[in-house]
Nanobody, 118 residues
């Protein structure tokens, strides 16, 4: 059974940057699409970035141009570089399989908290 462990969150000021990491317990990242999700207070969990097994990336309009998803197959780890952070980016961030199906059927870890505030 695959487990994902997120890390790298914290408190930053608007305009700041953070780099999130997602470590997988199995050698799965290299053979499936992966994604970063977030859930803000009072809102539903949403997919914000994904990367296919071939390396193609997609982003939600709200983060496009500011966030970059990448992976290191040797380390079985997915990253999310977040720049120009805004208060509306405040949320708990999770990683999982890069498909909307994960929102219905996925098993979620604790995630990592990102807070953007002055």
């Amino acid at each position: 059974q695959v487990q994902f462990v997120e890390s790298g969150g914290g408190l930053v000021q608007p305009g700041g940057s953070l780099r999130l990491s997602c470590a997988a317990s199995g050698s799965i990242i290299s053979i499936v699409a992966m994604g970063w999700y977030r859930q803000a207070p009072g809102k539903q969990r949403e997919l914000v970035a994904s990367i296919t097994r071939g390396g193609s990336t997609n982003y939600a309009d709200s983060v496009k141009g500011r966030f970059t998803i990448s992976r290191d197959n040797a380390k079985n780890t997915v990253y999310l570089q977040m720049n120009s952070l805004k208060p509306e980016d405040t949320a708990v961030y999770y990683c999982n399989i890069g498909s909307d199906l994960a929102l219905r059927f996925g098993s979620w870890g604790q995630g990592t908290q990102v807070t953007v505030s002055s």
